[in-house]
């Protein structure tokens, strides 16, 4: 293999321009030329393709977002889209292509696997965490900080106010950032879908919490199907229980910002294990991390099996909630 080719797909994550870095670097002291496909899929139908040398991963350690774009593409799901992918692929002579992304971009990578050889190899990057495989996903630390930031100021504000806040933090239908942002913060209660309470519960448990005296509380919420669920919920406990209260949708914020140095790290090394296993001949997997020694999924794996929370968690949540 002489050629790779990388690029970022779906949510942008921190810590992805860490991971291109180390891929970058490891391509470049294993003699391998390595280009960067910009805008994801949509970037790879167009040829959007640009050589990438150590300068190119120069000062992006730190930096949010991904400096080679992201994209969601219609047309990279039909097989007339993969074709233009292909040829672009043929034409640079890319024989190995990391892919920085979740589930949907390992299930297009794969399909283009099989159409034309090239070899795959997945990074999981989501700020969600919702990826089989590995402990945690590139990304995930630094939106739990964030999203742990916000929840102390949203702290000092319901405190000083006597005030019920919902705060309601992205997840995707999964409630990773909910769990460790709110048990880091003390949040008093949880709704999350792997751990499912009725809003008659929710309210009877606030309802005792005041009656024992505390004054303020903030309810961390993992998004649904639509942002801002919150809203409703919040509407809901109040024609229950008379309970006034704020809603704070965290949203996008979660996405940016400077990745945490656990990022870092975690990115700096599955960029360059995604790079060794293209060299080793271990296509068609995701390197992930997982108690702290690098795992490889094979791609299938990550849509069709589920991650689950991790029990030690949210078992802390009968005793720390209560
Ligand atoms: P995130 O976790 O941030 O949503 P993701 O990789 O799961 O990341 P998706 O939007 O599901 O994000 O997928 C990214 C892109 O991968 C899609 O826009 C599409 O181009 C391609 N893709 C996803 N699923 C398929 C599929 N079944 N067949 C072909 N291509 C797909």
Redesign the pocket.
């Known amino acids: 293999m002489r050629k790779i080719g990388i690029l970022t797909?779906?949510?942008d994550?921190p810590g992805m321009n860490a991971c291109i870095r180390g891929a970058v670097r490891a391509a470049l002291v294993n003699h391998l030329e390595i280009f960067g496909i910009r805008w994801?899929?949509?970037g790879l139908i167009r040829g959007d393709i640009v050589s990438l040398d150590r300068r190119a991963a120069t000062n992006i350690i730190y930096q949010g977002g991904t400096i080679l774009g992201t994209?969601?593409?219609?047309?990279?799901?039909t097989k007339e889209g993969?074709a233009k992918a292909i040829k672009m692929l043929q034409d640079t002579g890319i024989e190995g292509l990391i892919l920085i992304?979740?589930?949907?971009?390992?299930?297009?990578?794969t399909?283009l696997s099989q159409e034309c050889g090239v070899s795959i190899v997945g990074i999981p990057?989501?700020i969600?965490n919702?990826?089989y495989g590995t402990d945690y996903t590139i990304g995930f630390d630094t939106a739990i900080n964030t999203a742990l930031e916000a929840i102390d100021r949203i702290r000092d504000t319901a405190t000083a106010h006597d005030r019920l806040f919902f705060v309601e933090v992205m997840g995707?239908h999964t409630g990773f950032i909910a769990l460790e942002s709110g048990i880091a913060g003390g949040a008093e209660e949880f709704l999350i879908p792997e751990v499912p309470m009725s809003i008659d519960e929710l309210s009877r448990r606030l309802e005792k919490n005041f009656k024992e005296g505390k004054r303020s509380a903030i309810v961390v919420v993992a998004e649904t199907e639509q942002p801002g669920e919150s809203f409703h919920i919040a509407q809901e406990v109040k024609d229950k229980t008379g309970f006034d209260s704020r809603v704070c949708i965290l949203g996008h914020i979660q996405r940016g910002g400077a990745p945490s140095a656990r990022d870092r790290v975690l990115a700096s090394r599955l960029g360059t294990a995604a790079v060794q296993a293209l060299i080793d001949g271990k296509g068609g997997y995701m390197v992930g991390e997982i108690n702290r020694e690098i795992a490889y999924t094979p791609l299938k794996d990550t849509w069709e099996k589920k991650k689950a929370l991790h029990s030690g968690l949210t078992d802390l949540l009968k005793v720390l909630s209560d």
């Open positions: 797909s779906g949510g994550a994801g899929y949509s994209a969601r593409s219609e047309e990279f799901r993969r992304g979740g589930d949907g971009t390992f299930r297009g990578g399909l990057g989501t969600d919702d990826c995707r």
